[in-house]
């Protein structure tokens, strides 16, 4: 799998700071787990941090968060054997799911549009994060629109572009306020994404439209 598109190196700090809020950090996770390159980045930053924390009065808030970060690699890179509470989730989605969601309840599709399908991940311990699963049929086209807070989404399968690029199976897209684009799926499979959902509920556009009275963010 080749990956072409990156989280930024200030996300990937926070991450490795322990300081990015639980959705984003689930669909960070996920990239992880299908992105070397960016596992090394954080574990870079990290030992960065530990020598920053090392010229620091400890703070319980800083070990804490550290060990979370650590405990969240353990998880990435952890073993995938498969529970059947897993296999249950496949079988819902309809294909392999990250790792890192296997502590997660993950919805049944829900409408959204035609060819347009949903479903809400709920994190147990942060229940309020806006993190779903996206299902888009092969070559539906999104009308433009923009982002009132930040934007992760990891594609898990298929592919989709817009006039920024192309996004495959292993890309993150982070898509900020100044952002705004009309993404179509190419046409030669359905596409998947793991997104999370930063700042403002109040989405313009007609991705907002959508996603605000039906899903409730
Ligand atoms: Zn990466």
């Not at 502590?103 to 809400?120: A, Y």
């Not at 030669?188 to 403002?200: I, K, T």
Request: charged fraction near 20%; include cysteine.
């Amino acid at each position: 799998m080749t990956v072409n598109h990156h989280p930024s190196n200030e996300t990937l700090l926070h991450f490795a700071a322990g300081t990015l809020s639980a959705g984003p950090a689930v669909v960070i996770a996920a990239h992880l787990e299908q992105c070397e390159l960016c596992r090394l980045r954080v574990v870079d930053f990290e030992s960065i941090g530990g020598m920053v924390l090392d010229d620091m009065p400890p703070t319980r808030l800083a070990t804490d968060a550290f060990a979370r970060t650590l405990k969240r690699l353990d998880e990435t890179t952890a073993s995938s054997t498969e529970g059947p509470i897993i296999a249950e989730r496949h079988a819902a989605v309809g294909i392999p799911l990250p790792a890192v969601l296997r502590h997660c309840r993950v919805g049944r599709w829900r409408w959204l549009g035609p060819g347009f399908r949903w479903s809400k991940v709920t994190i147990p311990e942060s229940p309020d994060a806006k993190v779903m699963l996206l299902k888009a049929r092969a070559g539906l086209r999104l009308p433009a629109h923009g982002h009132t807070g930040m934007e992760y989404m990891q594609i898990l399968s298929g592919s989709l572009h817009d006039d920024r690029g192309q996004y495959g199976p292993g890309d993150l897209d982070e898509a900020d306020v100044n952002v705004e684009h009309q993404p179509v799926v190419d046409t030669q499979s359905e596409c998947v994404c793991l997104a999370a959902l930063e700042g403002d509920t109040r989405l313009h556009g007609l991705l907002g439209r959508l996603l605000w009275p039906v899903v409730g963010f």
